[in-house]
């Protein structure tokens, strides 16, 4: 009888050990990316948004084309394991101007410490916080997201541009498959993909169906005009900034729109460029008479809606 209740002890023991240490690894294990809510944060309607230069770095600011009716949007941040997250470098509108697409950047945009966000129309602000990237991110609507899988800790041999459903937080498919690496990227109504080398200061231009059109060397940050025939970016001498400007479609007829300022976002129109510069000021400028405008002191990476 002893015997029995000591093996009936021992056995106890041993399935109450086997499930702790079940337990033990599942809590252990990754887990899945979750969406998580933000405050809710109704959108403007003023069409630039950029980030504010105001020492929290997470603040949008939102302004008229003239420079008047300047608002600001606090991005939540509560939902990040730390207070050290930031808005990234770029918040872009929708392909229809209903919702924003944003990230936020632990420490200066260290390799695969993005979060994807979108801000939808209705003030509904998503995170997908356990999900990691570095790249851009590209609105297709405001549950599917464009990105890049070429980032630090399992990057694939050959980088992807990704699409990512923000309501599940999982990769759905790959749009192009590139033999080097991806940096920022954008992509033109029509499906022509521009996007940086990852080890280089260059950007490949590819048409819809993947094939390479031409190469830009010394240059960064390219942005396509809404019609798709223009291509802006920022470009590069010696490895030093020196300027924007613009080539066509079949890579012929570049021009020089700047000798100062970065990451150019163009108007609805094509007519005009908004940009920064590095006394955080922030330009538009009209790409045939070369018309500036000062829209606002102290902002950076604007973008039109």
Not at 2 to 14: D, H, T
Not at 94 to 117: H, K, M, Q
Request: with cysteine; proline share 4%; hydrophobic share 35%.
């Amino acid at each position: 009888m002893k015997k029995r209740i000591m093996l009936g002890v021992g056995i106890s023991a041993l399935v109450l050990m086997t499930l702790c240490a079940i337990v033990y690894f599942i809590s252990r294990a990754p887990k899945p990316a979750e969406v998580e809510l933000g405050l809710n944060l109704p959108l403007p309607d003023n069409p630039i948004v950029f980030r504010v230069e105001d020492g929290s770095r997470t603040t949008l600011g939102f302004i008229d084309p003239d420079g008047s009716n300047f608002t600001t949007r606090e991005i939540d941040i509560s939902l990040t394991r730390d207070r050290s997250f930031q808005v990234a470098e770029q918040t872009t509108w929708g392909s229809d101007g209903t919702f924003l697409v944003t990230g936020l950047a632990n420490d200066w945009l260290n390799a695969g410490e993005v979060i994807p966000v979108v801000i939808t129309d209705n003030g509904e602000t998503r995170f997908c916080k356990d999900f990691r990237l570095f790249g851009s991110l590209w609105g297709i609507d405001s549950t599917h997201l464009l990105t890049t899988n070429d980032h630090a800790g399992g990057a694939p041999e050959h980088p992807q541009i990704v699409t990512l459903n923000m309501e599940t937080c999982r990769i759905e498919d790959v749009l192009y498959t590139s033999s080097n690496g991806i940096g920022f990227f954008s992509m033109s109504s029509d499906g022509w993909i521009a996007h940086e080398k990852r080890d280089d200061i260059g950007i490949v231009v590819l048409d819809n169906q993947g094939r390479l059109v031409f190469e830009i060397d010394d240059a960064l940050l390219p942005n396509w005009s809404r019609d798709g025939e223009w291509l802006a970016y920022d470009s590069y001498n010696q490895g030093t900034q020196d300027g924007i400007k613009i080539v066509n479609r079949s890579g012929s007829d570049t021009q020089v729109i700047t000798d100062v300022g970065s990451h150019p976002w163009w108007s609805p129109d094509g007519k005009w460029l908004v940009y920064y510069t590095g006394a955080n000021e922030i330009y538009k400028i009209n790409i045939i008479t070369n018309e500036k405008v000062l829209l606002y002191s102290g902002g950076r990476y604007p973008t039109w809606r």
